[in-house]
């Protein structure tokens, strides 16, 4: 029975079909479209799917630019540029002076040498400072739920989640840091934008331009081009349209049919009837279960055990291990 039902539309039809209802009633509709959906979702989020892991994806961590000098006057939005290249790239980027620890966020691109930045300059008037423009964040895929791992070409580490507080305490303390990312975290979203036409691979890219959520890495000033691996669980949207195909590999989507039913003859307190759908439904599932669960390790962040290590321990040895050279 598996192979004929493709979509939402062909799961929802075959299981009015099978009570004999009438697929114009719109409460009949309505309930098996809310049983398909709410078991979809408690399939997909009760175990690791293989199905539901993407691997083949990557983002690109642009180096910093750091080209010419910067002006800027006290209590102003607008930094000039000398002998600078910026483009529209750079939108949504950080710029900091290097005689300050402040950073501004560049809010639009006027010109290749001007810029608009998100609060007044604190710092007293000057002309022809050095400076650093530079990403720390990027928009994630649209369809991501959770990250798996990160890692990075030529990089012996895995990229160490951290939370928001510690990874705003490490760019106060170490603002001027440089490198590979060493640690990330995910708050807030970003503006993802997708594949230019001209460019779209079906099946792969995204197209369009949106808010999606945002991964932000310290050290935050990349000192060199950093192509981000990141294998994710993809998010599981809801089941609407008639042509929605659901994530479950097709051999195994009528379970989503058989769970339905179940429910459909629960409700009716048809229990025997309810009760043998279930079991159908249940052995779907372990057979599911051998072919795609998947076991592997990821990574896991956990805290450190305070039985194990003292508080001034923990802090002493972390400040060595990111004041240390090199």
């Known amino acids: 029975m598996g192979n004929e039902l493709q979509t939402f539309g062909d799961i929802r039809n075959a299981a009015i079909a099978r009570v004999k209802g009438d697929s114009a009633d719109t409460p009949t509709v309505d309930f098996f479209s809310e049983s398909i959906n709410t078991r979809y979702r408690t399939i997909c989020s009760r175990k690791k799917w293989k199905f539901l892991r993407v691997t083949n994806r990557s983002l690109r961590l642009p180096i910093r630019y750091n080209t010419g000098t910067i002006a800027w006057t006290t209590g102003q939005r607008t930094i000039t540029g000398t002998g600078t290249v910026w483009t529209g790239d750079h939108r949504h980027w950080w710029i900091k002076p290097n005689s300050t620890n402040n950073s501004y966020r560049v809010i639009t691109v006027t010109s290749a040498t001007s810029v608009t930045v998100d609060s007044p300059i604190v710092e007293a008037t000057a002309t022809g400072q050095g400076y650093q423009l ?111 195909i659901p994530l479950i590999p097709i051999e195994h989507r009528h379970v989503l049919l058989y769970f339905a039913l179940s429910d459909w003859y629960m409700k009716d307190r048809q ?56």
């Not at 895995?158 to 760019?171: D, F, H, K, M, Q």
């Not at 599911?288 to 990821?298: A, C, G, I, N």
């Open 271 to 326: 229990d025997q009837t309810g009760r043998y759908y279930e079991s159908l439904a249940k052995d779907e599932l372990r057979e599911m279960e051998t072919k795609y669960l998947d076991t592997d390790d990821v990574l896991q962040f956990n805290a450190p055990n305070p039985n194990k290590y003292h508080h001034s321990y923990l802090l002493r040895h972390s400040e060595y291990y990111f004041d240390r050279e090199g």
């Open 134 to 244: 530079y990403q720390s964040e990027l928009a994630l895929f649209p369809d991501l739920e959770d990250v798996d791992d990160i890692r990075i070409d030529g990089r012996p580490w895995l990229v160490r989640p951290v939370g928001p507080t510690e990874i705003n305490s490490l760019r106060q303390k170490y603002s001027n840091r440089e490198g590979a990312p060493e640690v990330y975290t995910i708050e807030g979203e970003s503006v993802f934008s997708g594949t230019l036409l001209a460019q779209f691979i079906l099946g792969y890219d995204f197209l369009g331009t949106g808010l999606s959520r945002a991964i932000h890495f310290w050290p935050q000033i990349p000192d060199a081009n950093y192509t981000i691996h990141i294998p994710y669980k993809r998010r599981v949207s809801t089941l609407s349209l008639a042509a929605d």
